[in-house]
């Protein structure tokens, strides 16, 4: 069965300063990973994902993610964080194609608090 | 542009009436799924469909019925069994053969009990 964790419930941060929310995983074989943002009363919205390739993925709004294989993680970063970057974040994860399930599993979520 | 429609954004019911809530989305995405949002306890599944006609029980699918008679419509229906409903709902939708693009999410209903 496939799994994430979220270990922290909260995360907060001075405006200006980097950003890490953590994400570890388990899936058997290679993962699909994703992170999604969600702001209040609204939907899930897709930051990234990593596929295959570089370890380090870019996406929306400067976010990036690092994907470790050794210590099954996806952290996911931010060099300077915005007020407008408080919201919940959700990491998810499926296994490859042909590995079994193709529906996401996703954590429970980290919300993040950014002080102005 | 594609996407998800859920209505309505906020419904009230009252204790014992069954509600319906609406999913529908133009992507030609073959799943769909429901799923139910409480504060600390992240994305709970109710309810998925991977084909017209076809769905099976999510996490937590007591007090709740779904129907999938087209593939762009994946309505909820919130019964008078559900004890708790008051939460959040989030409908998804995804192509399984293109699992690199993850899910699409609607805008959520909440649905609260008066």
């Known amino acids: 069965a496939q799994s994430v964790a979220q270990p922290e419930d909260q995360v907060n941060v001075a405006e200006g300063n980097p950003l890490t929310v953590k994400c570890t995983y388990s899936?058997?074989?290679?993962?699909?990973l994703f992170w999604y943002v969600q702001y209040p009363n609204r939907g899930l919205q897709f930051l990234l994902k990593?596929?295959?390739?570089?370890?380090l993925v870019k996406g929306s709004y400067g976010f990036e993610a690092e994907f470790n294989k050794s210590q099954t993680s996806f952290h996911l970063k931010k060099p300077s964080a915005l007020v407008s970057d408080s919201a919940l974040y959700f990491c998810?994860?499926?296994?490859?194609?042909?590995?079994?399930?193709?529906?996401?599993?996703f954590g429970k979520g980290t919300k993040l608090s950014v002080i102005p | 542009d594609g996407g998800i429609t859920q209505s309505p954004k906020y419904l009230f019911r009252k204790e014992g009436q069954n509600v319906t809530l609406s999913c529908e989305q133009n992507?030609?995405?073959?799943?769909m799924y429901w799923y139910r949002q409480d504060p600390g306890q992240g994305l709970r599944l109710i309810y998925y469909?991977?084909?017209?006609?076809?769905?099976q029980k999510g996490d937590i699918a007591e007090g709740y019925s779904v129907s999938r008679e087209k593939k762009e419509s994946f309505p909820l229906t919130v019964t008078s069994a559900q004890k708790n409903p008051t939460a959040f709902y989030l409908c998804?939708?995804?192509?399984?053969?293109?699992?690199?693009?993850?899910?699409?999410f609607g805008s959520g209903t909440r649905l609260t009990v008066v």
């Open positions: 998804a939708s995804s192509a399984p053969g293109q699992g690199a693009r993850g899910y699409t």
């Open positions: 899936v058997s074989g290679n993962p699909y």
């Open positions: 990593y596929i295959t390739g570089d370890n």
């Open positions: 998810a994860v499926r296994g490859a194609p042909g590995a079994g399930s193709y529906q996401l599993t």
């Open positions: 992507l030609n995405h073959d799943a």
């Open positions: 469909s991977q084909i017209v006609n076809d769905f």
